[in-house]
């Protein structure tokens, strides 16, 4: 068992702040959340959490894990040459070990700065598999695909068995999802073929959907109607969807967004990045739709720190809406950990509660730019650097403490990544 000592307590459960608390984790989970006091028991571990926020990690709910690798090759492109003329043509060069150290090095990024639980959208996808297991992240690993020409049920059947074998890993920390890519790269049949295998096998669906102005344009042109409406029709959201972006949604759009239990993770830095578009993120909140956050890719962003894009869509929120209320820091801290956990398929993750997984990080309360101590859930939300967070906890485990990740040889990594990078970077045209 592990004893996390006299911290201060966000449970992000009704607003709940434990000062001067106490958690105890017993092997994945939090068996013990309260004030603290005298222990008898004889714990394995204890962790002295004064001067410290404790609160649940940050769940990134979209992101392409392995594109480190491309961080600041294109920038300041508009998408639909970002992607045609830089990106797709590197991606193409990629081998499996590129893949494996360029996501251990999103890893290493993304628990340096807090998140415990991550998804990816990517391809190679056993490589991610076996990095995600090595380093310890709680993680809903996508399958992902586009149509090919004669080659679509084949590409579903890889996707089925590579959900068959490692969904649920770990003891369910690691889940699988299926994920095409979007509905201008994937045809009508493989979509709702999709769905229906999803909906059989209980798995999420990932999707981008409605990023840009143009594709949705485009799709009009095409079919008469939006993205989202066309996918209604063919039951693709009779699966557990996790919509990616949902930039240029109409009033309809949301509505049947709702009516099916979509979930919509909003990728803000990316959305400006690219000049995509800037969500509406109060507005999809107020119609009842479970928003989440992710930092998309760091060929877009150009970083994997949630916190970036929590409080970017925290000011986005209230800066569309004219209305300072939208978004507040509670709400906003809610976005970045259940509310992601929700939408990966994760149902006892994002909080500090006795039965829920014991996924949390320990934040430094002596930072300068976390004084005074106000309100607690503000400072997180508005004050906090990336760089603030001194230990994390995955699954019970301690996978980081004191600012250094106990997992795996982080140099190591860093060197065969830049070995990587070097190769590949001869294909870049910028």
Not at 135 to 149: M, T
Not at 206 to 232: A, S, W
Not at 282 to 291: C, E, M, Q
Not at 316 to 342: C, D, F, Q, R
Request: include cysteine; proline fraction near 3%; aromatic fraction near 8%.
């Amino acid at each position: 068992m592990i004893l996390i000592k006299n911290g201060l307590i966000l449970t992000l459960e009704n607003k709940q702040i434990i000062e001067n608390g106490d958690i105890v984790l017993k092997d994945s989970t939090i068996q013990y959340i309260g004030p603290s006091k005298e222990w008898k028991e004889e714990f394995e571990y204890k962790i002295d959490a004064s001067n410290h926020i404790v609160m649940p990690g940050f769940v990134n709910a979209h992101t392409h894990l392995a594109m480190t690798l491309m961080r600041g090759i294109a920038d300041d492109l508009p998408l639909d040459k970002w992607l045609n003329e830089t990106i797709f043509p590197i991606e193409g060069k990629l081998t499996k070990e590129d893949v494996y150290y360029g996501t251990l090095l999103a890893l290493i990024e993304s628990i340096r700065t807090g998140t415990t639980t991550i998804t990816d959208f990517y391809f190679y996808e056993e490589e991610v598999f076996k990095a995600i297991k090595e380093i310890g992240l709680r993680a809903n690993i996508g399958f992902s695909y586009a149509s090919k020409p004669y080659m679509d049920k084949l590409i579903l059947n890889r996707a089925k068995n590579f959900f068959k074998k490692y969904n649920n890993s770990r003891d369910g920390k690691i889940l699988i999802s299926f994920a095409p890519h979007a509905p201008y790269t994937c045809n009508l049949r493989l979509l709702k073929d999709t769905a229906y295998v999803a909906q059989k096998l209980g798995a999420v669906v990932q999707i981008h959907l409605h990023e840009t102005k143009k594709e949705v344009e485009d799709y009009i042109k095409k079919y008469g109607k939006t993205p989202i409406k066309k996918l209604e029709e063919i039951g693709f959201f009779k699966a557990r969807v996790n919509a990616a972006h949902c930039v240029w949604v109409n009033d309809n759009d949301i509505k049947i967004l709702k009516k099916n239990n979509v979930g919509v993770t909003v990728n803000p830095q990316s959305n400006l990045k690219l000049a995509s578009g800037i969500p509406d993120i109060a507005k999809l909140i107020n119609n009842g739709i479970t928003v989440s956050i992710g930092t998309d890719g760091a060929a877009s962003n150009n970083n994997l720190a949630l916190i970036e894009d929590m409080r970017l869509a925290s000011l986005l929120a209230k800066g569309v809406s004219l209305n300072p209320s939208e978004l507040n820091a509670y709400e906003t801290l809610k976005l970045a950990t259940v509310n992601g956990a929700i939408n990966l398929g994760f149902n006892d993750v994002g909080l500090i509660k006795e039965g829920f997984k014991a996924d949390l990080i320990l934040i430094d309360m002596a930072k300068a730019n976390l004084m005074p101590l106000t309100d607690p859930h503000s400072l997180i939300a508005y004050s906090m650097y990336p760089e603030d967070v001194d230990t994390v906890i995955i699954d019970g485990k301690v996978i980081m403490e004191n600012k250094k990740i106990l997992t795996i040889d982080e140099g190591y990594v860093k060197e065969r990544f830049k070995e990587s990078y070097k190769r590949i970077s001869k294909y870049s045209k910028t």
